[in-house]
């Protein structure tokens, strides 16, 4: 199992980008998928998940209204929307998929088994 994530890069504050994460060998729409960063010198965390059902789940206070996820079944992916993006959301942002389908999003990394190779995001002026 594997992903390609993509859309990463360097933003000034307040810019935007899109993240998707796209995989290979499997519909995305069975599986609850989340995304996750992680910053230098910090803990990985979960940001935000999408349920199998599409029911949303965010993980970190500070992008609430800011960041949303959505699924595309028909392209196969899930993409990571990021506005007005501060400095504080640099990080390597990584997507993650749980083993089994039809389980519900979980704040915990472990319960996450296939992960994409990350996309650094650098939000600097």
């Known amino acids: 199992v594997q992903f390609v994530e993509s859309g990463g890069g360097l933003v000034q504050p307040g810019e935007s980008l899109r993240l998707s994460c796209a995989p290979s060998r499997f519909t995305l729409g069975y599986y609850a998928i989340g995304w996750f960063r992680q910053a230098p010198g910090k803990e990985r965390e979960e940001v935000l998940c999408?349920?199998?059902?599409?029911?949303?789940?965010y993980y970190v206070d500070s992008v609430k209204g800011r960041f949303t996820i959505s699924r595309d079944n028909a392209q196969n992916t899930v993409d990571l929307q990021m506005n007005s993006l501060e400095p504080e959301d640099t990080a390597v942002y990584y997507c993650?998929?749980?083993?089994?389908?039809?389980?519900?999003?979980?704040?915990?990394?472990?319960?996450?088994?296939?992960w994409g190779q990350g996309t650094q995001v650098t939000v600097s002026s």
């Open positions: 993650a998929r749980r083993r089994s389908a039809y389980r519900d999003c979980s704040e915990y990394a472990s319960d996450y088994t296939y």
């Open positions: 999408i349920n199998y059902n599409n029911g949303r789940t």
